[in-house]
């Protein structure tokens, strides 16, 4: 067969009976959704417009926040040693722990018997509220009668990255979308020249879980989160190479779009549709993003109050840089701040040395990070979460059974603490209990599933409607098993 006996074959496949029945038989079910007030979506669902993926949507209902800063610390913290007093357990300091709490238990390190350990800094009543909080924030319980704590949060996860999976993508495995890709996704992005889900990471490390925390899973790969850096060009090859001036990328980045259309018009893949958009995005991203991510016009009282160091990778750093994305309508801005594993295996892992170190990394940047909100009327309008993946055991880690140098705990996912703070969360409140011990929750245990699925109502969506069609099965980012709303923490 020649090239033109060829061409004029590929010419009539395309006015073939098969093929007019099959698009006959797709436009009539596009007639009837569009009397039904919907458009038709290749995966059958709802669709939104792939040249505008981050178009605002409306909520379900109207929301208590706009946007979401989630600080993340990841290794999880011991909350012993933050906000549970538990006099009980220092009291109980150096005994054998009853063979109750170790029956049926799965421990990442822990053999035989371990000694308890009571909290290894003191602790105090602070604020209006009266919240128990130990020695290493004196910043933070300054604001903290701005929080919520939930102090009965559990996971089914005991290892790190399968935890840090579990609540941020609402699954334990690979492959599923994190909760900035779910928000993308269901309301849009109020900036269409900055990406509407931004990570940033400090401490040297990316979290266990590593960029699937922040992955898109089956949703469209533009609502991915974007990895910004606190140095350097905000985001890898953001500036333009040597030789090429704007104008010249823009030719390129045109000759690239129209090959992209001309695809989609061939084979009608959405996702080249997304692809088209991200280059766009890429183009503003190049007058938008380094404008944004620039700490040197901030005041010098900005850097004071919250201890940056410009030019230098710092949680510090991080959160000026959260505040900046908040005021530009960035959706979910995502900070991971690496080194809170505290087995005591270490230094660096020690509650004794490294742990103090990461308290005052964080201590003064997350209170101004709050009075910064507040002051410039962002707070109301922007929830702020603060987390790990799950607790650390009351006992002492004896890492193959033996008393190590540095004290540290094992991984608890039977309890631990996060707290939340502004987009309509009460302040100065406390939700939930655990024990005399801090082992496990006696009162108002809080699933992951359940904190996501008061997220999403503080953001004006129904977990339960907010849906994607994905391998047979209606996803949702709280899952399958039931989730509920914590009606009790909402103002």
């Not at 690979?174 to 931004?198: D, H, I, K, R, T």
């Not at 850096?229 to 390129?252: C, H, K, Y």
Request: net charge neutral; glycine share 10%.
């Amino acid at each position: 067969m020649n090239h033109y006996e060829h061409l004029q074959h590929a010419s009539l496949q395309h006015h073939t009976r098969r093929l007019f029945l099959k698009s006959g038989m797709a436009g009539l079910g596009a007639f009837w959704l569009a009397g039904q007030g919907a458009e038709a979506s290749p995966t059958g669902g709802i669709e939104r417009d792939p040249a505008r993926p981050l178009a605002v949507r409306q909520p379900h209902f109207t929301p208590r926040a706009k946007r979401v800063i989630v600080l993340h610390m990841a290794g999880a913290p011991s909350q012993l040693e933050l906000f549970e007093h538990k006099p009980d357990l220092t009291r109980l300091d150096g005994q054998d722990c009853p063979q109750e709490f170790l029956e049926g238990q799965r421990f990442a390190f822990i053999r035989g018997v371990p000694k308890l350990l009571g909290s290894y800094y003191p602790f105090h009543q602070a604020g209006q509220s009266g919240q128990w909080i130990s020695d290493r924030l004196p910043h933070f319980e300054r604001v903290i009668d701005k929080v919520t704590f939930i102090r009965s949060m559990t996971t089914d996860q005991f290892n790190h990255a399968p935890a840090q999976l579990l609540l941020y993508t609402g699954n334990q495995n690979l492959g599923y979308a994190s909760m900035g890709s779910w928000l993308g996704y269901g309301l849009g992005s109020e900036n269409q020249n900055l990406p509407g889900f931004v990570v940033l990471v400090s401490g040297g490390h990316v979290p266990s879980a590593g960029k699937s925390a922040w992955g898109s899973g089956f949703l469209p790969s533009v609502y991915q989160g974007v990895q910004c850096r606190s140095e350097g060009d905000p985001v890898l090859f953001l500036s333009n190479p040597t030789g090429i001036d704007r104008a010249m990328r823009q030719r390129i980045l045109s000759a690239i779009n129209q090959v992209n259309q001309d695809t989609y018009q061939e084979f009608g893949d959405p996702e080249t549709l997304t692809r088209i958009a991200q280059y766009e995005m890429a183009a503003n991203m190049q007058l938008t993003a380094s404008e944004a991510m620039d700490l040197s016009d901030e005041p010098e009282h900005t850097h004071q109050m919250y201890g940056t160091e410009p030019g230098k990778e710092s949680f510090a750093n991080n959160c000026v840089l959260a505040r900046r994305l908040a005021e530009r309508g960035v959706r979910y801005v995502q900070l991971f701040h690496w080194g809170w594993d505290s087995h005591g295996s270490n230094k660096r892992e020690a509650l004794n040395v490294g742990f103090k170190q990461r308290c005052q990394e964080i201590d003064q940047p997350i209170a101004a990070l709050l009075t910064d909100l507040e002051q410039r009327g962002l707070l109301d309008e922007t929830l702020v979460v603060f987390a790990g993946e799950f607790g650390r055991t009351p006992m002492r880690e004896n890492r193959g059974g033996r008393e190590m140098a540095f004290y540290g705990r094992d991984h608890n996912p039977n309890a631990f603490t996060i707290w939340l703070a502004g987009g309509g969360v009460k302040q100065g409140f406390s939700y939930g209990e655990t024990d005399p011990i801090g082992y496990f929750v006696t009162k108002d245990a809080v699933q992951v599933r359940d904190l996501n699925a008061t997220l999403w109502r503080l953001l004006g969506i129904d977990h339960q409607r907010l849906t994607y069609p994905h391998q047979g099965l209606n996803q949702k980012h709280t899952g399958v098993k039931p989730a509920k709303v914590i009606q009790d923490i909402i103002a």
